[in-house]
């Protein structure tokens, strides 16, 4: 019979437990945002789809599909193929159809967020640091779904600037990078744009001016240069002022009703602006 030392032995079991414990206390690296490292690895490329061309989405029915519901104002529910709903800028006021595993807020104005949201919700993700000035950093996976933000400064009250007022939320699932502006005041510089990676669905806000003017707005849009654009946020102006900013290299299509389906083999080739119902 094969002898093993005792203090040999004694030596192995402590080891084993170290990188046991060890393995339980060392942090996982964060999923890594594959947005940011193709939009960063290719500065030079134009993302298009091989989907035939057209005004409105394809369906498909396989799976990789993401429903995005208008809720109304700056609030779109999202559900992901594996199970994930999110609530965007949720401030209570527009409920989705059911308790979401997620919300996202910014501070930008009570419409935005609130601080009483329902104690079912998982995930309460605000786009402001509790610290004054301090940027808010969210890197979060939820299920099949990486949820990240990029910080922006807004007007205050008063007429000055707030530092990190505002987040714009990035959903990456199915292989889609979907963003949400949220209160967006100022034109985007080449970090925030580097920050942002590619998207190839956008939320924007065409109010006209309490964000920002169209003109600005359309800017940031036409560098973005995302697949499917969806207007929100409207306040006053007709949502005609903000399309009349785009040329023949968009497409402008209204929805028949307030969701719409997407994938990655179903984005349009040629941006779409994409109205929902109830805008």
Request: aromatic share 10%; with cysteine; net charge neutral.
């Amino acid at each position: 019979m094969l002898r093993f030392p005792v203090c040999a032995l004694f030596f192995l079991l402590v080891l084993a437990g170290w990188r046991s414990a060890d393995a339980q206390e060392r942090p996982s690296r964060p999923q890594p945002s594959q947005c940011q490292a193709i939009a960063q690895s290719l500065p030079k490329a134009t993302f298009a789809s091989f989907s035939p061309p057209g005004p409105t989405l394809a369906r498909d029915t396989a799976s990789g599909e993401v429903k995005i519901t208008f809720l109304g104002h700056a609030t779109f529910f999202i559900e992901t193929p594996g199970g994930t709903s999110i609530a965007t800028d949720f401030s209570g006021t527009y409920s989705p159809p059911y308790t979401p595993t997620v919300v996202t807020m910014n501070k930008a104005h009570p419409t935005h967020y609130t601080l009483t949201p329902d104690p079912a919700i998982r995930y309460v993700l605000h786009g402001w640091s509790d610290t004054p000035d301090e940027p808010a950093k969210v890197h979060l996976a939820v299920g099949d779904t990486l949820i990240r933000n990029v910080v922006t400064d807004i007007r205050s009250w008063s007429g000055g600037i707030e530092p990190n007022g505002n987040s714009i939320f990035i959903f990456e699932v199915a292989g889609l990078c979907i963003g949400h502006l949220g209160h967006l005041h100022f034109e985007l510089n080449d970090k925030q744009y580097a920050d942002i990676g590619r998207l190839d669905v956008v939320m924007v806000p065409v109010d006209g001016g309490l964000t920002m003017g169209a003109d600005s707005m359309s800017r940031v849009v036409k560098r973005l240069r995302s697949s499917l654009i969806l207007p929100m946020h409207r306040w006053g102006p007709p949502v005609q002022q903000f399309l009349a900013m785009f040329g023949p290299e968009f497409d402008i299509a209204y929805a028949p009703d307030a969701t719409t389906t997407v994938s990655l083999k179903t984005l349009p080739r040629k941006p779409l602006i994409y109205v929902l119902k109830g805008l």
